[in-house]
């Protein structure tokens, strides 16, 4: 199991506050971004898209998670938009919509590549 990666555009503040009801988050300010580390890997894992863009409120917010048995969970949101989703479950692509320029994802090893140099 790997950690659950979240990073919002907004103040640590305001980051913590939509994340008080969960026990153990990590949080690091990456310039103007706050990212949140769920290192269990099980309290954000398996969100619907919906629940992201709720939590994500007016603020960009990315998020996420992969692992070894090529479980990967990608999702972009940007202006209250969902501009990528991207799940991956046992090798299965479950979700695959939306597009983003900046960001190419196609696969497992893409969300591990973007999460090995984007969220740190």
Known sequence: MFACKVMIK????????????????????????VLAEDFSGTQLFGWEVSTW?????????????????MNA???????GLCMRA???YDGEVDTDQGEDLDV?????????????????
């Open 86 to 88: 991207y799940q991956e």
């Open 53 to 69: 863009l709720e939590l994500a409120g007016k603020d960009e917010l990315i998020y996420a998670y992969y692992d070894e048995n």
């Open 10 to 33: 907004s103040s640590m503040e305001a980051v913590k506050a939509r994340f008080q009801d969960y026990e153990g988050l990590e949080f690091f300010q990456r310039g103007d971004w």
């Open 104 to 120: 190419s994802i196609s696969g497992w090893s893409d969300v591990a590549e973007y999460m090995d140099e984007h969220m740190v």
């Open 73 to 79: 969970e990608f999702v972009f949101i940007q202006n």
